[in-house]
């Protein structure tokens, strides 16, 4: 491998901190990766990163070589997409992670869209839950859902994203509709979420509302909590995009309307050093362009 291919190399294990990160982001062995780094160190004279058995760190000259060599993969990255013939075709591998419900509703017609549309690209995608670390564990790009937390990330916004609170007609027959936030206390209620602590979030006189929740049942998939609703166990609060085919066929009505918060947004993020790449912008046009034809479920 040439000098150009271990700066690739190093400054993806900077990015996510493992080797086991970098293997999987670029197709090779975490042993591999070991040996082009150690080599690499020797070739230059220096340490660039300390190891130990459980994480990495970048030494003080490991940054300044992580910087310049940053700039240099850039510029060749951007010199070959100025010359090549094929400039403005996508083309290569992207690992996408996107939420479960997103994945199996939704892009589930659109990927194979977007392929049929760019012969050249091949996609991986994960779908899970979780909030996963991109950069740390080889991602290209994300979907996520919601309010996006501080980071060093870009987003762009691809379709709106509205919560309801709903439940099935058979359920607010059998107990009074709450009338305000604070009366969810009262009913049996479906949360959907990871952490211990799960609250639903709502609006009054502009000023946004926290309702902690519990319930008989607490998933970590939203279909299922919408299905748990559609079956007159409680009460839910989803994505519209989860329960649009239940509300208008009627097996699921909303309740505290008044009180909704303010809609968020559905977001492609991906890491700052790859907005250039053409193949993460046509996905991510593509999908924007998809979620603007289905904008009804929104």
Known sequence: MDLLDDMRIFVTAVDAMSFTGTAAKL????QFVSRRISSLEQALGVRLLLRTTRRLAVTDLGRVYYERARRILDDVEAANLAVSSQAERPRGNLRVSAPMSFGTMFLGSVIPSFLTTYPDVTIELELNDRTVDIIGEGYDVAVRIGALADSSLIGRAVAPMRMVTCASPRYLEAHDAPQ???A???HALLPYGHSQRVSWTYT????PVE?????????NNGELARDAAVAGLG????????????????RLVTVLDTFAPAPSAIHVVYPQHRQASLVI?????FLSSACSVAGTQW
């Open 235 to 250: 009460i839910t609060w989803l994505p519209v995009f989860i329960v649009a085919p239940a509300l208008l066929s009627g």
């Open 204 to 207: 009054r006189d502009g000023h």
């Open 281 to 285: 912008r046509a996905f991510s046009d």
């Open 184 to 186: 969810l206390r009262e």
């Open 27 to 30: 197709g090779l062995s975490k």
């Open 211 to 219: 309702i902690p929740v519990t319930g008989r049942l607490r998933v």
């Open 180 to 182: 305000t936030p604070e």
